[in-house]
């Protein structure tokens, strides 16, 4: 249905001239009455249309981790308990706040390409030509409203998952329509190569929480009931790994000495962390991805720090120097070397790149 149509038999206006909504909409009791009187048809149509537009805002918050579902059981094919970690005490009851790391190990379902033609009829089979990847495309562009900003967005669906693409990068990118054969063919050689399970590392804040609900970030507000292999049942708050390292340092480290203290409060906040010889360490973003950049360092000392394991990067023309961080990087050992703890950090930095 059309909007001209439904103003026509409704003969409720809800935008403007310029396509806008209206500040004031009609009253939902009005709109509802004008809506029931249409023919069943239109109803049903209507009815669909706002059913699907609730499933696709739904999937995306559960997407993004904002879904409140209240209390949630935290399921997996195999859930460990990897650390714990006192992180206060409350000086009247002795009760101590937790934080547990978990990491979850999930069977990976993927669609078949036929299986994703059935289900998704509403959706065009594509290639991009860039990546040569397929994906199902949403036929046309739907209606996303943020805080009365009204973006256009196309849903992929890809055999790792989905997603929602503008659409002007849609427009701008290289997805072309293609034959069921292709899209096949491109779809299971991808599913194929696709591993079979996925492993998920998340903490959970534990034990007495309201004396620092107010410190706890609020990028993930998720409860979870959760039984670790071997364990005990618990429940608790969910925390990124960014949110962790956050209260890590505002618990745990006031005036970072060693290279772990240093190091956690580098994570936890955005403020510069002193290694010494006129050096520091900061948490900033990058390209959408966190890092640690040290700053502070002459150009004599960049040969010796390369060689301890640090990378850089010209950014705005100016060279930046980087710890590098992440699951298959010894960070500690590299920034042990840097402040001088660790094996071979006896030597000046800059003694290190002469060698």
């Given at each position: 249905?059309?909007?001209?149509?439904?103003?026509?038999?409704?003969?409720?206006?809800?935008?403007?001239?310029?396509?806008?909504?209206?500040?004031?909409?009609?009253?939902?009791?009005?709109?509802l009455n004008r809506v029931l009187a249409l023919p069943i048809h239109m109803q049903n149509a209507l009815f669909a249309e706002f059913m699907r537009r609730i499933a696709d805002q739904t999937?995306?918050?559960?997407?993004?981790?904002?879904?409140?579902?209240?209390?949630?059981?935290?399921?997996?094919?195999?859930?460990?308990?990897?650390?714990?970690?006192?992180?206060?005490?409350?000086?009247?009851?002795?009760?101590?706040?937790?934080?547990?790391?978990?990491?979850?190990?999930?069977?990976?379902?993927?669609?078949?390409?036929?299986?994703?033609?059935?289900?998704?009829?509403?959706?065009?089979?594509?290639?991009?030509?860039?990546?040569?990847?397929?994906?199902?495309?949403?036929?046309?562009?739907?209606?996303?409203?943020?805080?009365?900003?009204?973006?256009?967005?196309?849903?992929?669906?890809?055999?790792?998952?989905?997603?929602?693409?503008?659409?002007?990068?849609?427009?701008?990118?290289?997805?072309?329509?293609?034959?069921?054969?292709?899209?096949?063919?491109?779809?299971?050689?991808?599913?194929?190569?696709?591993?079979?399970?996925?492993?998920?590392?998340?903490?959970?804040?534990?034990?007495?929480?309201?004396?620092?609900?107010?410190?706890?970030?609020?990028?993930?507000?998720?409860?979870?009931?959760?039984?670790?292999?071997?364990?005990?049942?618990?429940?608790?708050?969910?925390?990124?790994?960014?949110?962790?390292?956050?209260?890590?340092?505002?618990?745990?480290?006031?005036?970072?000495?060693?290279?772990?203290?240093?190091?956690?409060?580098?994570?936890?906040?955005?403020?510069?962390?002193?290694?010494?010889?006129?050096?520091?360490?900061?948490?900033?973003?990058?390209?959408?991805?966190?890092?640690?950049?040290?700053?502070?360092?002459?150009?004599?000392?960049?040969?010796?720090?390369?060689?301890?394991?640090?990378?850089?990067?010209?950014?705005?023309?100016?060279?930046?120097?980087?710890?590098?961080?992440?699951?298959?990087?010894?960070?500690?050992?590299?920034?042990?070397?840097?402040?001088?703890?660790?094996?071979?950090?006896?030597?000046?930095?800059?003694?290190?790149?002469?060698?």
């Open positions: 249905m059309s909007y001209k149509s439904f103003t026509d038999w409704t003969a409720l206006r809800l935008i403007d001239k310029d396509g806008f909504l209206l500040e004031e909409l009609p009253p939902i009791q009005r709109f999937e995306r918050a559960r997407a993004a981790g904002t879904l409140d579902l209240g209390v949630e059981t935290l399921r997996g094919e195999k859930i460990e308990q990897v650390s714990t970690e006192d992180l206060w005490t409350c000086p009247k009851s002795g009760a101590v706040t937790r934080i547990i790391g978990l990491e979850v190990t999930d069977p990976v379902h993927v669609l078949s390409a036929d299986e994703a033609l059935s289900r998704n009829p509403d959706k065009q089979p594509m290639v991009n030509r860039a990546s040569g990847r397929a994906a199902l495309i949403s036929a046309r562009p739907m209606q996303m409203y943020d805080e009365d900003v009204v973006t256009l967005m196309r849903r992929a669906v890809r055999p790792n998952g989905s997603s929602y693409l503008e659409e002007t990068q849609f427009e701008a990118s290289a997805w072309e329509e293609m034959g069921r054969a292709e899209f096949i063919r491109l779809w299971d050689d991808e599913a194929a190569a696709l591993p079979k399970t996925t492993k998920t590392k998340l903490y959970l804040l534990i034990g007495l929480l309201l004396p620092i609900w107010k410190d706890i970030p609020t990028t993930n507000e998720r409860i979870y009931r959760v039984t670790p292999d071997g364990g005990t049942s618990m429940i608790g708050r969910t925390l990124s790994e960014e949110g962790a390292a956050a209260l890590r340092a505002r618990f745990l480290v006031s005036n970072p000495q060693t290279p772990e203290e240093m190091l956690t409060a580098a994570l936890g906040t955005t403020t510069q962390v002193d290694l010494g010889r006129g050096l520091t360490l900061t948490r900033r973003r990058v390209a959408g991805e966190v890092r640690l950049e040290l700053c502070g360092a002459d150009k004599g000392m960049i040969e010796g720090l390369k060689a301890m394991g640090c990378f850089t990067e010209i950014i705005a023309f100016q060279l930046r120097v980087f710890l590098p961080h992440g699951d298959d990087v010894d960070t500690l050992g590299i920034l042990s070397r840097i402040v001088g703890t660790g094996p071979g950090a006896t030597r000046d930095v800059t003694s290190v790149a002469a060698e």
